[in-house]
Antibody, heavy 118, light 107 residues
Framework: EVQLVESGGGLVQPGGSLRLSCAASGFTISSYWMHWVRQAPGKGLVWVSRINTDGSITGYADSVKGRFTTSRDNAKNTLYLQMNSLRAEDTAVYYC???????????WGQGTLVTVSS | DIQMTQSPSSLSASVGDRVTITCRASQGISNYLAWYQQKPGKVPKLLIYAASTLQSGVPSRFSGSGSGTHFTLTISSLQPEDVAAYYCQKYDSVPLTFGGGTKVEIK
């Protein structure tokens, strides 16, 4: 069974940093592009980033470009999101997701909540 | 960047009703469109990709159509378990923008 488990969320002050992890099981992430998607409380889904199978190609939403970095450790079957210079508007549940054959996603983790507040 | 606009933002319909949700792209995206369902307190679930291909295991009352800039998600006979928010997403190129969502409730 495909499982994605995010961790690393929590409360951080504006301007601070946080690193999220997404541990995969039931499949080998080295064969899949992976995504991060976020959802502010009571709001809609917002695509954040995408990374290819070996980590050499990444893509980001304009709202996080230059502040967030997606990476992966295929040996650990784990995806990461390094978030720097955090702002109040980055407060959200962050989901990692596995890309299907196209650029859409077919499996989602349960999400981890990031709260940016002083 | 291409914008994705969903309408309506919410709707209320009776069990058994036919429900249609629209998603418009600000520029053509061919058929690179997916639909997701997110039930209250749950994780999003893929319903449809390539504008009209039903994901495995999704009930046949769900269908998608469209190409270019105009897309629709139809629920042929609304069921109580369909109460959820529905999102379209373009995936022709980065950024992979979602629509604003449509909340579906039972009248």
């Amino acid at each position: 069974e495909v499982q994605l488990v995010e961790s690393g969320g929590g409360l951080v002050q504006p301007g601070g940093s946080l690193r999220l992890s997404c541990a995969a099981s039931g499949f080998t992430i080295s064969s899949y592009w992976m995504h991060w998607v976020r959802q502010a409380p009571g709001k809609g889904l917002v695509w954040v980033s995408r990374i290819n199978t070996d980590g050499s190609i990444t893509g980001y939403a304009d709202s996080v470009k230059g502040r967030f970095t997606t990476s992966r450790d295929n040996a650990k079957n784990t995806l990461y999101l390094q978030m720097n210079s955090l702002r109040a508007e980055d407060t959200a549940v962050y989901y990692c997701a596995r890309e299907a054959g196209g650029w859409y996603v077919d499996h989602w983790g349960q999400g981890t909540l990031v709260t940016v507040s002083s | 960047d291409i914008q994705m606009t969903q309408s309506p933002s919410s709707l209320s319909a009776s069990v058994g009703d036919r429900v249609t949700i629209t998603c418009r792209a600000s520029q053509g995206i061919s058929n690179y469109l997916a639909w997701y369902q997110q039930k209250p307190g749950k994780v999003p679930k893929l319903l449809i990709y390539a504008a009209s291909t039903l994901q495995s295991g999704v009930p046949s009352r769900f269908s998608g159509s469209g190409s270019g800039t105009h897309f629709t998600l139809t629920i042929s006979s609304l069921q109580p378990e369909d109460v959820a928010a529905y999102y379209c997403q373009k995936y022709d190129s980065v950024p992979l923008t979602f629509g604003g969502g449509t909340k579906v409730e039972i009248k």
